[in-house]
């Protein structure tokens, strides 16, 4: 079974900034074979696509919303990507949510949901002041 478990979501005034992490594991669960996405959920809205990065951690994209303001990265060693996000606004209140996916090719970046396999449970991202 493979777990993903995001945790650095919190309450932030605009401006800020905050890092979310995601760990996986998993018996069976080879880090290194998935491309690792982070989606998010404002209230009323569809899930979308926040920014993902390719299983060596070359690539990355990012959705227009957050690009310049966000960066992601991976630790290959400890099963972890980070989603860093500074210049939060308002508009970037959500819950936050990790995926892997299944790549056939290294350098693919997956940017919608049912491309990916695996879940996290989300973590909530208010910005307010």
């Given amino acids: 079974q ?3 478990v995001e945790s650095g979501g919190g ?3 605009p401006g800020g900034s905050l890092r979310l992490s995601c760990a996986a594991s998993g018996r069976t669960f080879t880090f290194t074979s998935y491309a690792m996405g982070w ?4 209230p009323g809205l569809e899930r979308e696509f926040v920014g993902g990065i390719g299983r060596p951690g070359a690539n ?3 959705a227009d919303s957050v690009k310049g303001r966000f960066t992601i990265s991976r630790d290959n060693g400890k ?6 996000m500074n210049t939060l606004k308002p508009e970037d209140t959500a819950v936050y949510y990790c995926a892997a996916a ?6 693919i970046v997956p940017t919608l949901d049912n491309e990916y396999d695996y879940w996290g449970q989300g973590t909530q991202v208010t910005v307010s002041s």
């Fill in 2 to 4: 493979v777990q993903l």
């Fill in 60 to 62: 990355t994209d990012f």
């Fill in 39 to 42: 989606f998010r959920q404002a």
């Fill in 79 to 84: 099963n972890t990507v980070f989603l860093q």
């Fill in 11 to 13: 309450l932030v005034q």
């Fill in 102 to 107: 299944q790549t056939r090719k290294s350098y």
